[in-house]
C-alpha cells in the first residue's frame, strides 16, 4: 500500500519556524517587525536587503529565512494572526464582557494596516487558512470565547454567530481598503466602528 508524500511546506511557514535555535529565532523576529512596518508604511516594493539593514541582521538572514517576498509575505500574516490569538488570551484572561469588540477592533485594524500583504498572498494564490490551519482555528476559537461571554452579558446582539462575526471582519477588509482607507488610521477605525456599531444589541 503506497502512501501520498506529504508535501514540503513553504518557506517561512509554521513548520520550518520549528526548531531554530534562540539566536535565529531572535532573528527571524526581528526581520518579521522590521518587514511588517516597512510594508505598512511604504508598501510592498521595500527590497529584502532594506528590510535586514532594518532588522540589524545581514541579507544572507533574511534569505535564508525567506528566499521570496511570498514567504516574507505568508510569514508575516502568520505572525500577525499568532499575536491576534496572544492578544484574544490576554484579554479572555480579563474580566470585560465587551472584550470582544477590544479584540475584533484590532483584527480590523490589523487587516487594514497589512491589507497590501494580504492582496499579494491572494495573487500568489496563498490562502492563510490553508496554509496556518491551526492558527487561524485559534483565533476564531478566541472570537467564540469572547463572543460566549459578550451574549451572556447582553453586550452583544443574542442572534450573532461566530461564523458571521468572522465573515463581518472579512468584509471590514473590503470596506476599508475600497474607501482607500489602507494607510489612513483614523478613517479606517472610522469604519471598522461602524461595522462593530451593528454588533450591538438593538435598542428597545
Known amino acids: 500500500?503506497?502512501?501520498?508524500?506529504?508535501?514540503?511546506?513553504?518557506?517561512?511557514?509554521p513548520e520550518n519556524d520549528r526548531g531554530l535555535r534562540a539566536d535565529a529565532r531572535r532573528n527571524r523576529?526581528?526581520?518579521?517587525?522590521?518587514?511588517?512596518?516597512?510594508?505598512a508604511d511604504e508598501g510592498l516594493g521595500v527590497p529584502l536587503d532594506e528590510i535586514a539593514r532594518r532588522a540589524g541582521v545581514g541579507p544572507g538572514t533574511v534569505h535564508r529565512h525567506f528566499p521570496t517576498k511570498e514567504a516574507l509575505y505568508l510569514a508575516v500574516s502568520v505572525d500577525q494572526l499568532r499575536r491576534l490569538v496572544a492578544e484574544g488570551d490576554?484579554?479572555?484572561a480579563g474580566d470585560d464582557p465587551a472584550a470582544l469588540f477590544t479584540l475584533l477592533s484590532r483584527m480590523m485594524a490589523s487587516g487594514a494596516e497589512n491589507a497590501a500583504v494580504k492582496s499579494a498572498l491572494a495573487a500568489a494564490e496563498f490562502d492563510l487558512r490553508s496554509a496556518a490551519p491551526?492558527?487561524?482555528?485559534?483565533?476564531?476559537?478566541?472570537?467564540?470565547?469572547?463572543?460566549?461571554?459578550?451574549?451572556a452579558a447582553g453586550v452583544v446582539r443574542p442572534d450573532l454567530a461566530v461564523d458571521e462575526v468572522m465573515a463581518l471582519v472579512a468584509g471590514a477588509f473590503a470596506a476599508i481598503r475600497h474607501a482607500g482607507a489602507e494607510t489612513g488610521r483614523e478613517r479606517?477605525?472610522?469604519l471598522a466602528q461602524i461595522i462593530l456599531d451593528g454588533l450591538r444589541p438593538r435598542p428597545r
Open 188 to 190: 479606517s477605525a472610522h
Open 1 to 13: 500500500m503506497s502512501s501520498r508524500p506529504r508535501e514540503r511546506a513553504p518557506a517561512g511557514s
Open 90 to 92: 490576554a484579554l479572555a
Open 134 to 151: 491551526d492558527v487561524a482555528a485559534d483565533l476564531t476559537d478566541r472570537v467564540a470565547a469572547l463572543l460566549g461571554r459578550a451574549h
Open 29 to 39: 523576529e526581528a526581520v518579521l517587525r522590521a518587514a511588517q512596518r516597512a510594508f
